[in-house]
Nanobody, 125 residues
Framework: VQLQASGGGLVQAGGSRRLSCSASGRAFINYTVAWFRQAPGKAREFVSA????????YYGDFVKGRFTISRDNDKKMVWLQIDSLQPEDTAVYYC???????????????????WGQGTQVTVSS
């Protein structure tokens, strides 16, 4: 599967942004899709994931209800809605996919073997 992330940009603190991840390839429904982010000088961080099949969602500990992940298997799309953006949310956001990923690994980047190119989100204070 190939992934393309989009939707980033410059946003004022308190604003919202919806990131999109479009996929190509077969059997998209069989892939867990996740969002990770990486800020300058920091390690890549798990944001959220939506499981293959039934679409169970998972969120990183820092999310605190501000992020919502969703998917449409027919459109081969995954979205990440981010509300109440803060300057510390500034990062490159990546979408990633792995087929039939065990729940135990949803937050671990190395278990995702397909990655999009990333989209920059910059939050101004």
């Amino acid at each position: 599967v190939q992934l393309q992330a989009s939707g980033g940009g410059l946003v004022q603190a308190g604003g919202s942004r919806r990131l999109s991840c479009s996929a190509s390839g077969r059997a998209f429904i069989n892939y867990t899709v996740a969002w990770f982010r990486q800020a300058p000088g920091k390690a890549r961080e798990f944001v959220s994931a939506v499981k293959y099949g039934i679409g169970t969602t998972y969120y990183g500990d820092f999310v605190k209800g501000r992020f919502t992940i969703s998917r449409d298997n027919d459109k081969k799309m995954v979205w990440l809605q981010i509300d109440s953006l803060q300057p510390e949310d500034t990062a490159v956001y990546y979408c990633a996919a792995a087929s039939f990923l065990h729940d135990y690994y949803y937050g671990t980047a190395r278990y995702y073997n397909f990655w999009g190119q990333g989209t920059q989100v910059t939050v101004s204070s």
